[in-house]
């Protein structure tokens, strides 16, 4: 079976797919003197924050590198405690020893994933760790499971089966489950990364966690951060650009981590908690723009999970209150975005067609 990049180079796949065109449109200036940068791998992807200075904050260039150094091990701290595969976490011990304590951190995130595991209607299921550890995506030791193995672990997906105390010091897991918050924690952790920047007066910030995005404030000229969206089919080309200030960005899609099996077939990692088996509802990507990361990234899987209808119906009923916008690329070649984007295709959009929710363009 063939297979996608290793993890090292998907995460540099990643950082494309989502990207800053910081040089195009507006002012296009290019970084600053007073521009502040760190790289780090974290959470299976290559991360690249950038953080200007603000004079009125009174931070010099030394409390700025010791802030994007904090920043960094507060992010890698999120993995430590909700990774899934290590040993010391939260989510590890829960998971071997069906439940158990969880530290404060871990269960705000775990309430919060569990609301939206419930208003999404079980689109998003974080007890689907076991069906995905079958397929191979988290050993990447792929394979296609057979329909009685596949059925024998639904048996054991239900993320109504977690039970969290009222104090959300202690999780409860029903029988052979396992969970993990790995549809939910790059989102988070770009949110607690970008609130620890604000509260120190970071006032314009780029934060690209392995093409999930998170913005503060504006660029440092004014204009607005642009992003563009990859193509689904060719990861060097982007079939077009939004503009946004202060919020996240965040892709899923079946081209970012998937393997090819002995019948010609590609199998991606998202999968759809009803099947066992990956999601194919016609969506080739999703794009969700947001407020709240930790919304956005487990918006972005649960809707690609719901298919152009499904999204479309959820965004009618839920965009409003959970204030986000979204962009879907289906596989009949169509963008359908939601009027609160400014999205514009790209020159080199070849073969799509794009359009707007309750308006043609």
Not at 216 to 228: E, H, Q
Not at 247 to 275: C, L
């Amino acid at each position: 079976m063939k297979r996608r990049p290793s993890v090292m180079s998907a995460g540099l796949i990643l950082s494309f797919f989502l990207f800053s065109l910081s040089a195009c449109g507006g002012s296009g200036a290019e970084v600053t003197p007073e521009a502040r940068h760190i790289s780090f791998f974290a959470m299976d992807t290559f991360m690249e924050f950038t953080a200007y200075d603000n004079p009125e904050a009174d931070l010099n260039p030394e409390d700025m590198d010791a802030l994007m150094e904090e920043v960094k091990q507060a992010v890698m701290s999120v993995e430590s405690k909700m990774s899934a595969t290590n040993p010391d976490s939260d989510i590890y011990q829960a998971n071997q020893n069906g439940g158990g304590e969880v530290k404060d951190e871990t269960a705000d995130l775990l309430k919060s994933a569990l609301d939206l595991c419930k208003i999404t209607g079980g689109a998003l299921d974080i007890s689907i760790y076991p069906i995905v550890r079958l397929w191979g995506f988290t050993t990447d030791e792929y394979q296609i499971p057979s329909n009685d193995e596949i059925t024998e672990l639904l048996r054991y997906v239900d993320y109504k089966n977690i039970k969290l105390d009222k104090n959300k010091r202690a999780v409860e897991l029903g029988e052979n489950m396992e969970i993990d918050l790995g549809a939910v924690a790059k989102g988070y952790a770009g949110k607690k990364a970008a609130d620890m920047l604000r509260s120190r007066g970071v006032k314009s910030a780029l934060l690209n966690l392995g093409g999930n995005i998170q913005t503060i404030g504006t660029k440092p000229d004014g204009s607005l951060w642009r992003i563009g969206v990859q193509d689904p089919d060719d990861a060097s080309n982007y079939i077009g650009v939004f503009q946004t200030a202060d919020k996240a960005a965040v892709t899923s899609g079946g081209y970012q981590r998937y393997f090819t099996g002995s019948d010609g077939v590609n199998y991606w990692h998202i999968m759809d908690p009803e099947t066992g088996r990956p999601a194919r509802k016609g969506l080739l990507s999703v794009t969700i723009v947001g407020r709240d990361g930790t919304v956005c990234d487990a918006l972005s899987t649960a809707l690609f999970i719901m298919g152009p209808d499904g999204a479309e119906a959820f965004w009618r009923e839920h965009g409003e209150s959970l204030d986000f916008d979204m962009i879907l690329i289906t596989d009949r070649g169509e963008i359908i975005f939601t009027p609160g984007l400014d999205f514009q295709m790209s020159d080199t959009a070849d073969g799509y067609k794009a359009h707007i929710l309750d308006g043609e363009l």
